[in-house]
């Protein structure tokens, strides 16, 4: 599968943002996740969203984003509300389990 993220950019603490992510390949029964990179940190995952409808957040975003899947239009989407400074990074979409090749993914600044 191919992955195109977008949605990123500069928002103040408290703001919302919307990423999307259009997903190309065979990905409807798998598992798929938002990931994210901080600065000079190693990339983790953010949120979890299965077939079924299955959800799981990282602790730190629990309550502030909200991850949904649109097979028809082929996206993933994370709602983000309640921005705060550490959830700058750069945001990726991929499978849970055996990696494609990872997007170019987008970029999240939170700042004032």
């Known amino acids: 599968a191919q992955f195109v993220e977008s949605g990123g950019g500069l928002m103040q603490p408290g703001g919302s943002l919307r990423l999307s992510c259009v997903v190309s390949?065979?990905?409807?029964?798998?598992?798929m996740c938002w990931y994210r990179q901080p600065p000079g940190k190693e990339r983790e995952l953010v949120a979890t969203?299965?077939?079924?409808?299955?959800?799981d957040y990282l602790d730190a975003v629990k309550g502030r984003f909200t991850i949904s899947r649109d097979e028809f239009n082929n996206t993933i989407s994370l709602q983000m509300d309640s921005l705060r400074s550490e959830d700058t990074g750069i945001y990726y979409c991929?499978?849970?389990?055996?990696?494609?090749?990872w997007g170019p993914g987008t970029q999240v600044t939170v700042s004032s």
């Open positions: 969203i299965a077939p079924g409808g299955w959800i």
């Open positions: 390949g065979d990905w409807r029964q798998f598992m």
């Open positions: 991929n499978f849970r389990f055996n990696l494609s090749p």
